[in-house]
Nanobody
Framework: QVQLVESGGGLVQPGGSLRLSCATSGFTFSLYWMYWVRQAPGKGLEWVSHIDKGGGSIYYADSVKGRFTISRDNTRNTVSLQMNTLKPDDTAVYYC?????????WGQGTQVTVSS
């Protein structure tokens, strides 16, 4: 049974930091590209960042470049998103997503709210 479970969301003031984690099971984690995707209230899905299978190639949306850092641990089957200098526009549900030719799996999401 495939599972992706995000954690680490919450309420933070502008300028603050959060670290999201995604614990996975039920598939061969090291064979999947891992993505973070978010959905702000009333808006569609927005790609945030992704990392290749080995962690050697990393990509960020312009809106988060320089503030967010994605990483993965193939020994623990986890992917993380360190979010610094958070802005109100970062408020969204953040989803962990695993993709390759064999599958496309999603977590249930974790809420991040940036507000004073």
């Amino acid at each position: 049974q495939v599972q992706l479970v995000e954690s680490g969301g919450g309420l933070v003031q502008p300028g603050g930091s959060l670290r999201l984690s995604c614990a996975t099971s039920g598939f061969t984690f090291s064979l999947y590209w891992m993505y973070w995707v978010r959905q702000a209230p009333g808006k569609g899905l927005e790609w945030v960042s992704h990392i290749d299978k080995g962690g050697g190639s990393i990509y960020y949306a312009d809106s988060v470049k320089g503030r967010f850092t994605i990483s993965r641990d193939n020994t623990r089957n986890t992917v993380s998103l360190q979010m610094n200098t958070l802005k109100p526009d970062d408020t969204a549900v953040y989803y962990c997503n695993a993709r390759n030719w064999a599958g496309n799996y999603w977590g249930q999401g974790t809420q991040v709210t940036v507000s004073s």
